[in-house]
């Protein structure tokens, strides 16, 4: 009977162990990659026209980053940043660049939101 609970109970750990090992950690979105993202943009929000397909990638691969709130507010308050620290940004292109690239935005891109009221 003990030697059965002892392999029941190696089996348990080992199960847990697997189970902790095979779990995908959770990362946060950061500034750089939002920056990386939205630099092959910088054409297209100084001058307008039609964004590059690498940019519209780029803005769909944040759209599909933003998985949770917190997520959402980064990218909100890193492109507000990147856009003042850019010059001849053009505040009207990046708030038509989701639309331009045929992506549902959660929110404008524009210096005026606010990204704290985001969820």
Known sequence: MASMFM???CIVVMMVVLLALSTPEVEAV????VVSSVAPCLGYLRNG??????CCNGVRGLRNQAR???DRKTICNCLKSASSSYRGV???YAAS???KCGINF??????STDCNRIQ
């Open 30 to 33: 950061t500034c750089g990659q």
């Open 106 to 111: 959660p929110y404008k891109i524009s210096p």
């Open 68 to 70: 949770t709130t917190a």
């Open 49 to 54: 026209g039609a964004p590059p397909p690498v």
């Open 7 to 9: 392999k029941l109970s």
């Open 90 to 92: 053009s505040g009207n």
């Open 97 to 99: 660049l989701p639309g």
